[in-house]
């Protein structure tokens, strides 16, 4: 019905537009089908370049492979401990640098604005790091896997400019009601800005659940590992210097199917909270706030 | 005054969190030391007979695991170990991918406080020990371990590797059994196919790769045959210019004493010249330099190569991946081969007889506690201990022989390495067995294995050590050096560079400065020898 009222242009424009996104749609669709497809598989497929998104072989021995690794439950629940205290611990302290930023009034704002900068473009260096983090006591608890990477200066520069699109005549009617600064901030501001809130707090999380590097160089006890450190030891499994466990085996026969299978155990839990955030990526944020 | 009560706010957070900090480390420690301390005291009055320690003591250790191990002092193969010793180990956790196991380890190095017993590659325990983090073990090998003095007296070229250039010794090293590591790889169902017998020489190989590339050996009708493939880049092609007599295997070599560049060797032309044509006529994978493993698996897996150069049990792993396509795959492996200029076969491919090592931290308190079991691990008892594990359940004595129990051999999972993990099997500094390995491998590949130990020969040492300004001269100038050596080795064999400008790379090698780098070698080689 739609395409009666369309003009031949308007309508070769929406099928390229079609045809273009479709593209699209296939070519970041396609790795991750690969991905799960070849988890399925048998080995031998894999290694022949056969697969394509359908599974060969079909398998489920991989999954209860990696399922079967003794410390995996354990470390499952730590990084969501990890991804929800960390997201939690990384808003607060976002909110609390970029809200005074984006109030104009604020005096000093430009330093501490570059203040903000500097480690967005100079890091401290491993060994720094780890020596400030080590003299903290951070060393094998879970603070140094949430603290030091609780704040990350571009989401600070993202979110102040979300609430400096906040227009100030908001403000001033709260303070006019009679709120306290920590009131807007609370029950204006916060609120308003629940989009974009979101938004940052699902990169804070899917930064916390991919990352294993700071758990590798501060964390000595098995029992604080996230399940990527472990889910990277099983990936690694086949890529050993050691030369006897060259030495073929059943286990090994699996493994590329094992490598993929891991893979979708460790995505799959944060690819799903993305369908349920969604909503808030396309609500518009100040419908209504201010009129006239 | 906004801002003040702004960072008023912040520097709360910090503080909150930094006391937040402290109360739970604190807490950990404790719930940590408690229970080890309980079961010392329980198990002292009891178990203080024939014991290598008199008091349990329990120490730490930082040592790169495999992804199954388990990490216990209660499991099977442990116990027995940690019972005689008296030692209760405690793990770090440590990574077990290499790279990030040697970030972990220098890191915890920076960090100041050491685990008591530490592994990593010889270098980086010298260069410690050097500089005062790991305790020079001379003594303590001297007044704790006879049986590991009576080993490296019995192998000088052991105490040669161990030893660091300023006389000490900084570290326990892990001794394997075993010397081959690469051979060549070829379907034996082939050759029977095409009537052809296992090439000796230079030539015979050219015409036996031809035969592949010609004949169709796989019988699909189809020219598609890459006869040779390889995984391992440029190296993965040795079998073709060790014949000619320099190997890729050593940057130098030591002719009459005198060390030299084995890149610029005029021997290596020849062997250029002939891998080259090899690649020309498409014998050799035209891909061999970005070949990785998956490409390489398949090419077998495919049956469309039918050679390659590799460790030693990739040849019945490739057997079993290739069966699984077709049963009839039978592989075999070669001697290498005879050159035409008249040297004798030889390979210079081969495991290091030294793995890795273990050093004591100098600030441990049981620096002779450990010199002491560590003396345990070398002896004939401790050996037995650390290969088979444990008596009657994992290993059982026949005619004075160890074997391993079904318990490992006839694990569900086929894997009976991995099940050695699994039931606690660590690698400690002790002496493989050469036993251990027979275990793990066919009698086929053990005899595969053994027919190439003869033609190995000593490669330039490996624990050569140098001095921070010599240090810094090979950074920048060998470094550079490598880089474009490497560019051209690969230039010449896929023939993008013709050989006749060998002589010109030559003289690019000696302008960049590699009379500089000789004489470094040349004086870190005559200090190991003094050693």
């Not at chain 1, 537009?17 to 479709?22: D, M, R």
């Not at chain 2, 009698?443 to 240090?471: C, G, H």
Request: some cysteine.
């Amino acid at each position: 019905m739609v395409f009666r009222r369309m003009t031949l242009g308007g309508l070769a424009f929406s099928c390229i537009n079609a045809l273009v996104l479709g593209l699209i749609v296939v070519m970041t669709l396609y790795p991750f089908l690969y991905v799960v497809s070849a988890s399925l598989s048998e080995q031998l497929y894999i290694q022949q370049g056969r697969i394509g998104i359908i599974p060969m072989g079909f398998q489920l021995e991989a999954y209860k492979r990696v399922l079967e690794f003794p410390m995996l439950g354990r470390s499952y629940l730590n990084t969501i401990l990890y991804t929800a205290l960390g997201t939690a611990i990384s808003l607060v302290l976002t909110v609390c640098a970029a809200y005074p930023m984006s109030r104009r009034d604020l005096p000093g704002r430009k330093l501490m604005t570059s203040i903000v900068l500097i480690p967005m473009l100079f890091g401290g260096g491993l060994i720094p790091t780890f020596l400030v983090v080590n003299a903290l006591g951070m060393r094998d608890s879970i603070w140094a896997i949430v603290i030091p990477a609780a704040v990350t200066s571009f989401y600070v520069f993202i979110q102040r400019t979300f609430f400096e699109q906040i227009p100030l005549e908001l403000e001033d009617a709260a303070k006019i009601d009679g709120c306290s600064m920590v009131q807007t901030l609370f029950k204006i501001i916060l609120p308003l800005a629940l989009p974009s809130l979101v938004t940052i707090g699902l990169f804070y999380a899917v930064n916390e659940w991919n990352s294993f590097f700071p758990a590798m160089i501060y964390l000595n006890d098995e029992k604080l590992f996230p399940v990527q450190i472990l889910l990277r030891a099983i990936v690694i499994q086949n890529q050993t210097d050691q030369v006897l466990v060259d030495v073929f085996d059943d286990k090994n026969l699996l493994s590329e199917s094992i490598k993929y299978s891991t893979l979708v155990v460790a995505t799959l839990p944060i690819l799903i909270v993305y369908p349920f955030i969604q909503k808030y990526f396309v609500q518009g944020s100040m419908m209504g706030s201010i009129k006239g | 005054m906004k801002k003040e009560r702004w960072m008023k706010g912040i520097t709360g957070v910090i503080l909150i969190s930094v006391t937040l900090v402290g109360c739970q480390t604190g807490g950990q420690e404790k719930a940590a030391t408690t229970p080890d301390a309980k079961a010392s005291e329980a198990n002292k009055p009891v178990n203080a007979n024939g014991k290598i320690l008199d008091k349990q003591i329990e120490v730490s250790v930082y040592m790169r695991p495999r992804p199954e191990s388990v990490e216990s002092n209660e499991l099977l193969w442990m116990k027995p170990i940690s019972e005689k010793t008296n030692v209760n180990f405690k793990w770090l956790k440590a990574p077990a991918d290499v790279n990030d196991y040697i970030e972990k380890f220098n890191l915890t190095l920076a960090g100041g406080t050491l685990p008591d017993l530490m592994e990593a590659p010889l270098d980086l325990l010298n260069k410690g020990g050097e500089n005062g983090v790991f305790e020079p073990l001379n003594k303590l090998i001297e007044q704790n371990m006879p049986n590991f003095k009576k080993i490296i007296e019995q192998n000088p070229a052991i105490l040669k590797d161990i030893k660091s250039d300023d006389g000490n010794i900084y570290f326990f090293p892990q001794i394997s059994a075993v010397k081959t590591i690469n051979l060549q790889i070829f379907r034996q169902d082939w050759l029977d196919n095409l009537g052809l017998k296992a090439p000796k020489t230079t030539e015979e190989m050219y015409q036996i790769l031809k035969a592949f590339k010609e004949k169709d050996p796989n019988g699909n009708g189809k020219n598609d045959e890459i006869p040779f493939t390889t995984r391992s880049k440029i190296k993965g092609l040795l079998p073709f210019i060790e014949p000619f007599g320099v190997s890729f295997e050593e940057d130098f070599y030591v002719d009459n004493g005198q060390v030299k560049y084995t890149f610029t060797d005029a021997k290596l032309k020849d062997a250029l010249e002939y891998t080259a044509r090899l690649y020309k006529e498409g014998l050799i994978d035209k891909e061999y330099i970005t070949n990785d493993q998956k490409i390489w698996e398949s090419r077998f897996t495919n049956e469309v190569s039918g050679a390659t150069f590799d460790s030693f049990p990739r040849l019945e792993a490739l057997e079993k991946l290739v069966g699984k396509a077709n049963p009839k795959v039978n592989l075999t492996g070669l001697t290498p081969l005879q050159g035409p200029s008249g040297i004798a076969p030889f390979t210079k491919s081969q495991q290091n007889l030294i793995k890795n090592g273990f050093g004591i931290s100098s600030k441990s308190k049981f620096k002779t506690e450990i010199a002491k079991i560590q003396d345990w691990f070398y002896s004939p008892e401790g050996q037995l201990a650390m290969n088979f594990g444990k008596l009657g359940e994992t290993y059982t004595m026949e005619n004075n022989e160890p074997k391993y129990t079904d318990l490992v051999m006839k694990d569900k999972n086929n894997a009976p390495l991995i099940k050695m993990y699994e039931l606690g099997h660590r690698e400690f500094a002790y002496q493989w067995d050469i036993r251990y390995e027979n275990a793990m491998v066919s009698p086929k590949l053990a005899q595969i294995r053994d027919s190439i130990t003869p033609f190995i020969k000593p490669k330039y040492p490996v624990a050569l050590s140098f001095k921070q300004q010599e240090r810094d001269v090979l950074n920048s100038k060998f470094t550079e050096i490598t880089t474009y050596k490497d560019e051209m080795m690969n230039k010449f064999i896929i023939g993008s560079e013709p050989i006749s400008k060998f002589d010109d790379y030559v003289k690019q090698i000696d302008k960049m400065g590699i009379d500089a780098v000789l004489k470094i070698q040349q004086a870190s080689y005559d200090r190991y020898l003094k050693r």
